[in-house]
């Protein structure tokens, strides 16, 4: 790819990233897929997605892909851009976001604050509406079926030097928050902050648990109140550190002023009483009306799930507690193999309705779809990871004897069976703490390959197969056409090529999976309190290996605002709650299993619960009494800037004379002297005055 | 009095009110006593408080007061005063209560929009430091020991107006609060807010409850659940109205700017690094940690009112279930005469500990001050209302019995008391619910004839009093030493020195009434049933009956704002989720009375009480839920009107070229032209796209 071949450009545009500042802020790239189109219709959309673009401002060049495909390189001039980021910061404060008005003129140009706010005007002007100022380009939407992805461009540099930051440092501070920030913005940002507040917040855990481990009883009280008390710690002060970043980034409340999904139906549109605007209105009694459905649908998932779930676990209890004839060996495996078999075309079956009705409910934002989404997302996660341990702890356990007897007693006087059965096995009280030990570190671990040696491994194969892919068709168009190719370009256009293969990154996944582990700690620590070390050290990784996860493996992602990690706090919150009364309930009953079947065991579980429950509630309470009290420093910071702000406009009272065109004027001091003239008659008042309080104390006196 | 004597007069104010329109927004009375002070002193003081008085711009009038004191009549001139309202407003939108800057200059003379808007900056100009504008005059406080009290006059016209218009009104609607408001001021307009929110609410447990007591069984779980669901729905719907009246009100988050308490002692003045103001600073943790102190003074207060309680409880029940002895049957009556005797000095005794508690903790504002004191003294109504009720509902009813018979045994084997045992009486079961209606329906009674029959027969009296005092010596004082009294005062003198002997009006003493109904209606309401339709009757006669109360039996309150009641909503919410337990556990132990002695009724209570809990806050979820996704009428409002503010100011971007000093310009459209130019080499620039599409096609055709 040394070679230079000089011949026909398609554009002016001058295709390369300087190297020093690795400046692309300005450059989205569209991916238009050839493969399911005729040639001809393929001709008509890309030259009108190019007059689509040179319409909205943007500078496009047209350059082969990989494989069947396109690769439409966007870019903005700067005047264009630093408008626009301008306009954006204006729509900012007329929505109330930020308090300061910007400063300039509607058609001032203005340098955005970091990569990512320059970034995110290119993100609108690609993808907004035409009505808006964009070139209204959505992959997949509509007329743009065959655009597979727009994305931006990694600022590989960048991302170098952060990953080999963050990786000689213990912790992540807020300027180094800020950093990851201005490379793939506040949403993605928001995910490492909780995840860096999660790091440091497991130490506490992590200590109590090692020492619960060697020092207190196998399943301890103590260990697991310590453990309730610190989740509700923990999602308060987070809590807390969410407004307290959005303020720092200027995001608070940044939903409202979102565009519209393109996917939103309204019902009409009215003009607002007060702002003068039209509004698109769909009725929120409705909206609240479609969001009920997700009840019936959590009750079903509910029971599909866990008639699976209990089905597979109720076999392989049969098979090795009770039966015991062929293949006994190879039967054992099978109800594994039948959930790993089911398991993800059901979640994917469920993950496709839940989007479906997500969908249905018709949010304004992308924000609350996905929040929605979430909420639903979250519900099979919550069923399919821990309803087998939940099942061990509360079914299998105390009542799997009884339950594999009456089985035993049953199948004993059915013809045939008598030969088949097992030798009469005890149930195993151990299989709690293995299989929490089992899915945490199994989870763990498999987390690791996924996350840090297989993209390593990709890294590697694809710097290969893109050495191998330079010489090949694709790549070899120029050569073979004689197409301009300029010597400046070629490395960006192997990068946009390579990142044209890529996954999009949803951070979603990521914020998940951290859900799950915290549901893991809040409902089962108690069972085997290494669990929170564990998890420290994975996540002190995890953090640098998602990191390297997005700049090797995803499309950068699209500099998106959000002021915080939105539905999962609620998710965080529920589990917390839940872990109060699971916990409770595995610590009473496992704390000693000889007792398991005595019947006071099981009388005073209630009590039990209802004081874990209200440990929970209580200190939830006074957590968030004393840090509201205590307040965060940033919000303290806002008011303090917006009043001083205010201040500086209130000088303009008493400096500006004509300011005064509304109601008469007061001379103060005129009225004071006047005032003061009443009074200042001091001989006669005085006597009055005098001969009053005489009157009355003179007769006062007597009366006494 | 009709008599005019011409005299010397002590000041050309003219001590009138306008009789058409009522007007005394511009009037401020001192209540000077005489009694505890020698004449040269008191001589020395009034100079002094009429030199503060008239160096804050006001007016002032000295008169004889009722027995031995002055009446010291401030009036502000028009323009002082307006030049007052608009600089309250300018602070108002300095600290961002209000969104639009007010118009004019800092010299504009305004007029208040309220009755209430004008009065109380007329209270901030007597009160105020005198650094702030104010005479400093506060009754009470350091040099001002003899000023018994600070107030402004009725408008009695206006309040004859309002009540007589509401007492042919079945309900009160926005403008009629508004009307409050504008008379009382927010703080008193909002307990009247409550009282009509509550009232309404009271609907619905009222048909549920007649319904439950005639069809459904005595102690009904349905009817329970119901009113614990009525609750949270109550309380939630009133958490909104609050916020949507304190936008109305223009009075959100108006706590922020009130100045300091005169107590308020600050450790230190630092300069805010933000806003260059000095501040005085008092460290948040050691507030915190005062604060905590409240912890051992609430275990304190249940200890020692709980002791009471209890003993006196237990000598009544050994006295009327034990005793056989000589006076029984005056002895019978001796407990209640202790409690009655006792529980006030105890009481006062907790409070004034309550009140030095609150001083300690050293709040800045007032608001706060009277929130941590509403709160200690709601701890204490708490024990002291229903404390007897829960002790006969858990302690007597269950386990008298078994007490009963261990003290017989105790006491039969003592010598000399065999004698005196009563026959063996068993625990009256119906105690409950005779103890409940008992407590409803006197605290109602004596509710009617306290507010309603008393103030009547006070306002006759009083009418009479004054026309017999209007011939007595401090009348007189102006006939017997020719001072002047001129003919238009006579009329206002009479009222001020009618008010200046009333108490000041605590909205607080009402608040805590109305929760200490409502405790009783979400605490022990299922073993009675028609308590709520009680209360809805009780409560429309007192929201009418306390207007009549403020108007004829105390001083005008100050017209002060608050966004909402405070700290009684906690007491409310706190009611409300102990109600879900108290209910659910009388409901489990007194719906069937012959099993109150089964086993199984005690174990399954935790149960029970589980799950009334989470009825309870599962309820509060979803309805909390719902009623922020409808969100608050005035909140949208209220934001549509920032937006629309903006958007009014957007428009200088651009009109205004001027504006634009800052950053270079864009010219959007030429830059668009330059972009299509760029692109307008069609003939080549397509060509080649065509080729690239074709190799593509072409190649990938090919292959397949």
């Known amino acids: 790819m040394t070679e230079k071949t000089v011949g026909n450009d398609n554009s002016q545009l001058v295709l390369s990233l300087d190297e020093a500042t690795g400046q692309n802020d300005d450059v989205y790239v569209v991916h238009y897929d050839l493969s399911d189109i005729d040639t001809k219709k393929a ?198 550190e969410e407004i307290s970043l959005s303020l720092r980034w200027n995001v608070q409340g940044v939903g409202s002023l979102k565009v519209n999904r393109r996917e939103y139906v309204y019902e009409k549109e009215i003009q607002d009483p007060i702002t003068g605007e039209k509004q698109q209105y769909f009725p929120k009694r409705k909206q609240v009306a479609r969001q009920l459905i997700s009840i019936p649908f959590a009750l079903a998932a509910l029971a599909v799930l866990g008639t699976v779930t209990t089905g597979v676990f109720g076999i392989e209890v049969f098979i090795s507690h009770i039966y015991d004839g062929k293949y006994k060996a190879w039967l054992e495996y099978m109800p594994t193999v039948i959930l790993a078999l089911c398991l993800p075309y059901i979640r994917d079956f469920l993950e496709g309705l839940a989007t479906q009705l997500t969908e249905y409910e018709n949010w304004r934002t992308q924000d609350r779809h996905e929040m929605s989404q979430t909420q639903k997302v979250f519900i099979l996660t919550f069923i399919t990871s821990y309803l087998p341990v939940l099942l061990s702890a509360f079914v299998y356990i105390p009542f799997g004897d009884g339950i594999i007897n009456w089985a035993r007693v049953y199948f004993s006087s059915s013809p045939g069976w008598e030969k088949l059965l097992a030798p009469d096995i005890h149930v195993d009280t151990s299989r709690l703490q293995s299989e929490v030990i089992a899915l945490t570190v199994t989870e763990q671990i498999s987390g690791f390959g996924e996350e840090l040696i297989l993209p390593l491994i990709k890294l590697r194969a694809q710097t290969w197969y893109s050495n191998w892919r330079g010489t090949n068709r694709g790549f070899n168009y120029s050569r073979s056409t004689g197409a301009y190719e300029s010597a400046a370009e070629v490395k960006l256009l192997r990068q946009v090529r390579d990142e044209s293969q890529r996954e999009p990154y949803s951070v979603h996944e990521d914020i998940q999976q951290m859900v799950t582990q915290f549901g893991y700690l809040a409902l089962f620590s108690p069972v085997w309190p290494l669990v929170p070390i564990g998890f420290l050290i994975n996540n002190w990784v995890e953090l640098r290996s998602d990191l390297l996860k997005i700049s090797i493996d995803h499309q950068r992602p699209d500099p998106v605002r959000t002021d915080g990690i939105g539905a999962w706090i609620d998710s965080l919150n529920f589990l917390t709650w839940l872990g109060s009364i699971v916990t409770a309930a595995i610590v009473h009953l496992f704390h000693d299993t000889e007792k398991l079947n005595d019947p006071k065991t099981w009388w005073t579980l209630p009590i039990t619960i209802f004081m874990a429950e209200h440990v929970y509630l209580g200190t939830k309470y006074l957590v968030r009494l004393a840090l509201e009290q205590l307040g965060s420093a940033e919000l303290r910071q806002k008011k303090l800037h917006e009043y001083a702000h205010r201040k500086t406009v209130f000088k303009e009272y008493i400096n500006d004379d004509t300011a005064g065109t509304v109601g008469t004027h007061a001379n103060i001091e005129k009225i004071k002297q006047e005032s003061s003239k009443l009074a200042e008659k001091p001989p006669e008042r005085l006597r009055d005055i005098d001969a009053m309080i005489e009157y009355l104390k003179g007769d006062s006196a007597s009366k006494s």
Chains 1, 2 share one sequence.
């Not at 630093?82 to 954006?88: D, K, L, P, T, Y």
């Not at 340098?111 to 509406?129: A, I, P, Q």
């Not at 209204?136 to 990694?154: A, C, E, L, T």
């Not at 540099?157 to 963050?166: D, G, H, V």
């Open 43 to 240: 001709k008509d959309e890309v030259e009108r997605l190019i007059q689509d673009c040179t319409k909205a401002g943007l500078q496009s060049a047209v350059r082969v892909g990989p494989e069947c495909s396109l690769l439409i390189i966007l870019k903005a001039p700067r005047d264009l851009l630093g408008n626009a980021v301008h306009r954006s910061r204006i729509k900012d404060w007329l929505y109330g976001i930020i308090d300061a008005r910007p400063k300039g003129s509607y058609d001032t140009v203005v340098d955005g604050e970091t990569e990512t706010e320059n970034l995110r005007s290119m993100f609108h002007l690609v993808t907004w509406k035409k009505e808006l100022g964009g070139a209204g380009i959505m992959p997949g939407y509509r007329q743009w079926k065959q655009v597979r992805s727009v994305f931006p461009v990694h600022n590989r540099a960048r991302n170098r030097a952060l990953l080999s930051k963050f990786s000689r440092q213990a912790t992540l501070n807020r300027s180094d928050l800020d950093e990851i920030r201005a490379v793939y913005g506040e949403k993605v940002a928001f995910y490492f902050c909780f995840l860096q507040s999660y790091i440091i917040a497991l130490v506490f855990p992590s200590i109590s648990g090692i020492l619960a481990y060697f020092f207190l009883h196998r399943v301890s009280l103590l260990y697991a109140i310590s453990t309730v008390i610190w989740c509700v710690v923990f999602l308060e002060y987070w809590r807390m």
